[in-house]
């Protein structure tokens, strides 16, 4: 069956608001897609009605088995997108999520399969993020956030939660990136920043931008 790309849009939303387990509640989904709560009411009771939904009264809704499986395969589309305008068209990586945004809804599994391979099934894209198999799996990594490792320990950054714009173009200023090798030499108990060594260089970050790099030791 295909989908819209508004239902779409929708199953992906709840998928990434569930990923800490639990039920979502319309707010949060009205919040995350930037629209009305009565819209998403609305979107929910449709996606309910075809099975995608879980619905616990006065508690929220889950995505069912098929909800997450097709959830899953739009994330898949969006990284490997992201990936393919990162490393084939060397576009920023503060450019791609726009655009995945649009591509994600080209939903041969043919182009996308083809897609994967011809780029070497990679396990990430260009922020970090797990790109899912064509069967939904996807590699945990083991990373950390960049707060929890402790001084003078070798690590490389594998992931960046926080994706906005401003954020990536701090990190990119700073030349902090994904595969970027850092120490954290000084913890500042005043705003709790950090003072990370990269190469031979300080770099001072807040602590709200260290939560969200997470990083892997050496």
Do not use: C
């Not at 396990?123 to 929890?148: N, V, Y």
């Not at 003078?152 to 173009?169: G, H, K, M, P, R």
Request: hydrophobic share 35%; net charge neutral; charged share 25%.
């Amino acid at each position: 069956m295909n989908y819209s790309s508004s239902e779409e849009n929708y199953l992906k939303a709840i998928y990434h608001l569930q990923e800490g387990g639990g039920t979502v509640g319309t707010n949060a989904v009205a919040e995350k897609l930037n629209t009305k709560a009565a819209s998403v009411t609305d979107m929910m009771k449709k996606l309910s009605a075809k099975g995608l939904l879980h619905y616990t009264p006065y508690y929220g809704f889950s995505l069912s088995n098929e909800g997450r499986k097709i959830a899953l395969s739009v994330v898949r589309r969006h990284r490997l997108w992201e990936y393919f305008l990162a490393n084939r068209l060397q576009f920023d990586w503060k450019e791609v999520h726009s655009i995945a945004e649009e591509l994600e809804h080209v939903s041969s599994k043919k182009l996308i399969d083809k897609l994967d391979e011809y780029l070497g099934y990679p396990q990430t894209d260009p922020h970090g993020d797990p790109i899912p198999d064509s069967k939904g799996r996807m590699t945990q990594s083991g990373a950390i956030p960049l707060t929890e490792l402790g001084l003078n320990l070798s690590a490389t950054i594998l992931q960046v939660t926080n994706q906005s714009d401003e954020i990536l173009e701090h990190l990119k200023d700073k030349q902090l990136q994904i595969g970027t090798l850092l120490e954290v030499k000084k913890l500042h108990s005043f705003d709790r920043s950090l003072d990370v060594k990269r190469k031979n260089k300080i770099v001072t970050i807040t602590h709200e931008l260290a939560k969200s790099l997470l990083v892997k030791i050496n």
